[in-house]
């Protein structure tokens, strides 16, 4: 069918790999499957999918090394498998370019939700004109940033975060209202707020520590100011 889904699986267990296969065809997508990330890795280099489900650990190439390869080229969604549930192993699987993570063993039904709720916050919407806010401009359109005339290289989750900052001036942002607006999620760690926060005060503040455009409401959340401290 035109608009099915295609998912690539990396997946070294075979046992994981057909059962979630089976749970996938059957619920209507389409699917490429590897046991290695040497395969995987050719397989990105010569076509992307429209979401790719990588276990972290892999024999051949890791699951960190395809999230890297993916994000060098495309926003597509990313969700990692892992079975190391310490949070600081979470985080640098986000740190590597992965947008989701589920930690082994896991539901099928709640990673098919995470899948959906991916396709989701990627589809394309109808984009709203250019904007200014403060030091900050943005282009919906094109989905890019400036911070006074120069432009801001963004992930999609980084831009994501920005736009919902800038759209939300002088709020306190709680980290469970950005994870249900920025990734779609009613549930999830608070460390996947705190990781995209810190990459994005690195590229939007002068002095990343010190920060006067997103900064920290102690036992809140967040605070944006588009203008910096006055």
């Not at 190439?61 to 495309?74: H, K, M, N, Y």
């Not at 099928?108 to 916050?121: I, V």
Request: hydrophobic share 40%; charged share 25%; net charge negative.
């Amino acid at each position: 069918m035109e608009n099915t889904p295609r998912v690539m699986i990396v997946e070294d267990d075979a046992t994981v790999r057909t059962v979630l296969g089976d749970y996938l065809r059957a619920s209507g997508w389409s699917m490429s499957q590897y046991g290695d990330g040497h395969a995987a890795r050719q397989a990105l280099a010569d076509g992307l999918p429209d979401i790719l489900v990588v276990d972290r650990m892999l024999p051949g190439a890791s699951g960190d090394e395809l999230c890297r390869q993916a994000r060098a080229t495309s926003d597509i969604p990313i969700i990692m498998l892992t079975a190391l549930g310490a949070v600081d192993q979470r985080i640098s699987g986000l740190e590597h370019g992965a947008d989701d993570y589920v930690v082994k063993p896991f539901a099928m039904k709640e990673l098919h939700l995470r899948m959906q709720a991916q396709l989701r916050r990627h589809a394309p919407s109808s984009p709203a004109a250019p904007f200014t806010a403060g030091a900050f401009r943005i282009d919906p359109a094109r989905r890019r940033a400036w911070l006074g005339t120069n432009e801001i290289a963004l992930t999609t989750r980084e831009y994501e975060l920005l736009l919902y900052c800038v759209q939300h001036p002088g709020q306190v942002l709680t980290r469970d209202d950005i994870l249900g607006e920025v990734w779609g999620w009613n549930f999830g760690d608070a460390a996947t707020v705190t990781v995209h926060v810190r990459r994005l005060r690195e590229k939007i503040e002068p002095e990343p520590r010190y920060p006067v455009y997103l900064r920290t409401q102690w036992g809140a959340g967040y605070r944006f100011t588009p203008h910096g401290t006055e």
